[in-house]
């Protein structure tokens, strides 16, 4: 970049301080030596070439944004986001992972945010250690907005609301969570789109993003997720919990640009709408 007349004699350390940089992102290049000042010139070495960090294995995958910062993809039911380690396989990552190889991507692994294994939708990867440290300080300001559609049992009467209840872990069950005193703050924002005779289908927003966040409120709320055996659903009309990540809002890391990325509902769970609506709709 082009440096204007006022800061042709800063020295480096003070450029770094009054770069548009996350700081973690500024101090890493002084210690590295990646920012380079020549005459009237500022080079900044923010994608250096990076290893594959996962077991890559080949698969097509639903990509439904992508640019030299971000990756969207869209993630089927059945699926981990990751592997418990390095060398493990089996995950959205691993077929990531082979995408970037394939690609000539030089570029680690990089997941934003995590889906329960049979939650499908969109899940927002970092392309470079710049845009993952933005995307960070994004989900800890709350910035990213992640919207769900969920078909749960029963007639929710209002027609909008929020749940408000910490989660914690549950010491009867290993992979379970439930709503506790002593459990970490979990607000998740609910609308609903449509009734049916004995279901309804909510639209969600979650403010935080607690482990089973949208599964444990639902539950504890009275109307658990269709096919969440794990927290009451019955597994009559599908056979998995009846959630979709079905947007995400977030702002591109160097453009500033706000995106919005829609992933579509996938076959069982419009198969599964369609079934509820031939048998009817309430208002």
């Not at 990751?82 to 959205?92: A, C, F, K």
Request: charged residues 25%; hydrophobic residues 35%; glycine residues 8%.
């Amino acid at each position: 970049m082009k440096l204007p007349e006022a800061l042709r004699d800063a020295s480096v350390k003070e450029l770094a301080g009054i770069l548009p940089l996350p700081a973690k992102i500024a101090d890493k290049l002084l210690r590295e030596d990646g920012i380079v000042k020549q005459r009237d010139r500022l080079n900044l070495r923010l994608f250096p070439y990076e290893e594959p960090d996962f077991v890559a294995e080949w698969t097509a995958l639903n990509i439904l944004y992508e640019d030299d910062f971000a990756m969207v993809v869209n993630k089927p039911a059945g699926l981990g986001v990751h592997p418990n380690s390095r060398e493990g396989s089996g995950t959205l990552a691993n077929q990531v992972a082979a995408y970037y190889l394939g690609t000539g991507q030089e570029c680690r692994v990089r997941h934003i945010h995590r889906l329960d294994k049979d939650t499908t939708g969109a899940v927002l990867y970092a392309k470079n250690e710049f845009a993952h440290a933005v995307f960070d300080q994004e989900m800890r300001e709350k910035k990213i907005e992640r919207i769900y559609a969920a078909v749960v049992e029963g007639i929710v009467a209002q027609d909008q609301g929020t749940i408000d209840r910490p989660i914690g872990r549950d010491r009867h069950h290993p992979q379970r969570r439930r709503v506790s005193r002593t459990g970490a703050h979990a607000v998740t924002h609910y609308e609903v789109i449509e009734r049916y005779q004995d279901h309804t289908l909510l639209r969600l927003r979650l403010e935080t993003g607690r482990t089973h966040q949208i599964r444990v409120h639902l539950s504890s709320f009275g109307h658990p997720l269709a096919g969440d055996t794990l927290y009451g659903g019955r597994q009559t009309r599908i056979a998995r919990q009846a959630l979709h990540g079905e947007q995400l809002l977030f702002t591109h890391p160097w453009t500033g640009e706000r995106l919005t990325v829609t992933a579509p509902l996938p076959d069982d769970l419009q198969q599964l709408i369609a079934g509820l609506k031939a048998m009817g709709s309430r208002t």
